[in-house]
């Protein structure tokens, strides 16, 4: 168990629809990134935060936000969803020191029908 | 840009025989490297991380790695299959340490036969 908890484990909506995907971090990790798993994209990164701010951008979609609280949970918005968007969406947190690693959350398997 | 390049999608090993999965690596600074497992359904679990200090990197499980920088290369190793390797083995890189964006490869699948 890696500490990182991600919820709900699936979802299965359809298109044209919004998601919320929630992750809590390892108590005290200052740092969340989302990742994107898909077949045909591999292992990609999205977006992270680091105490509540955007830290880094990759490869996210307009139509995809995200927002970490001041809790430190954070979540993953996906409006407008389009089958493609059928993947496996993983949460990772970290202390935010440079020689820390990433811990994964069991992700959040997302279907878009 | 960052990139990673992992040879073989699908490994084959039998039980007990030795385990190379092979990774070369792209980035314009001294990079940063991970080897993550992912056993099925689940996430990603750090085997063994390389930041510059000593270029062999011993990981759990009996995993290790060698950093060479003159072919790029960051090959994991294991002397010795067992039937629990059998999961998915992701390289990743990063420019600036543990706590960036880590960008991955494509993946290899390994099999453990008995």
């Known amino acids: 168990d890696s500490g990182v908890t991600q919820t709900p484990k699936h979802l299965i909506t359809a298109t044209g629809q919004r998601v919320t995907l929630r992750c809590s971090p390892r108590?005290?990790?200052?740092?969340v990134y989302w990742y994107q798993q898909s077949l045909d994209q591999g292992l990609q990164f999205l977006i992270q935060?680091?105490?509540?701010?955007?830290?880094a951008k990759g490869n996210i979609l307009e139509r995809f936000s995200a927002q970490q609280f001041p809790d430190l949970h954070s979540e993953l918005n996906l409006s407008s969803l389009e089958l493609g968007d059928s993947a496996l969406y993983f949460c990772?947190?970290?202390?935010?020191?440079?020689?820390?690693?990433?811990?994964f959350g069991p992700g959040t398997r997302l279907t878009v029908l | 840009a960052q990139s990673v390049t992992q040879l073989g999608s699908h490994v084959s090993v039998s039980e007990g025989a030795l385990v190379l999965l092979r990774c070369n690596y792209s980035?314009?600074?001294?990079?940063?490297l991970f080897w993550y497992v992912q056993y099925p359904n689940q996430g990603l679990q750090l085997l063994l991380k390389?930041?510059?200090?000593?270029?062999l990197v011993k990981g759990i499980n009996g995993f290790e790695a060698e950093f060479k920088k003159s072919e790029t290369s960051f090959h994991l190793t294991k002397p010795s299959a067992h039937m629990s390797d059998a999961a998915e083995y992701f390289c990743?890189?990063?420019?600036?340490?543990?706590?960036?964006?880590?960008?991955f490869g494509k993946g290899t699948k390994l099999t453990v036969n008995p």
């Open positions: 108590s005290g990790d200052l740092s």
């Open positions: 980035s314009s600074v001294p990079p940063y």
């Open positions: 390389y930041t510059s200090a000593a270029t």
């Open positions: 990772a947190s970290c202390s935010g020191l440079l020689v820390d690693e990433q811990f």
């Open positions: 935060y680091y105490n509540g701010e955007e830290r």
């Open positions: 990743a890189v990063s420019d600036k340490g543990g706590s960036e964006k880590l960008v």
